[in-house]
Nanobody, 126 residues
Framework: QVQLEESGGGSVQAGGSLRLSCAIS????????VSWFRQVPGKEREGVAYIYTADSNTYYTDSVKGRFTISQDNAKNTLTLQMNDLKPEDTAMYYC???????????????????WGQGTQVTVSS
């Protein structure tokens, strides 16, 4: 059973930075697509970035390109999302999601992911 646990959310002023972490446990040796999604009440959950753990290939949605960086620490089985130059529109609940994958078929489609964390709140004030 794969489990994900996020940490690192909080409140920051516009222009500030936060780092989110996602600890993955349960199936050592597997390769994954791991993504960060975000959701505000009343809106669809939106994928913002993914990484394929076998080769660290990454992809970002346009709204976060140049500001967010997704990376992995293999020794700690941890994925991070470094968020810089935060904007009020980045305010949301952020979720880590994963799916086992033997090749880089990663997407930012919510329905493609099987494992989810509980979420961590990010609030950016103007």
């Amino acid at each position: 059973q794969v489990q994900l646990e996020e940490s690192g959310g909080g409140s920051v002023q516009a222009g500030g930075s936060l780092r989110l972490s996602c600890a993955i446990s349960g199936d050592p040796g597997m390769t994954y697509c791991v993504s960060w999604f975000r959701q505000v009440p009343g809106k669809e959950r939106e994928g913002v970035a993914y990484i394929y753990t076998a080769d660290s290939n990454t992809y970002y949605t346009d709204s976060v390109k140049g500001r967010f960086t997704i990376s992995q620490d293999n020794a700690k089985n941890t994925l991070t999302l470094q968020m810089n130059d935060l904007k009020p529109e980045d305010t949301a609940m952020y979720y880590c999601a994963a799916i086992k994958s033997s090749a880089d078929y990663c997407t930012l489609r919510r329905d493609d992911y099987r494992y989810w964390g509980q979420g961590t709140q990010v609030t950016v004030s103007s």
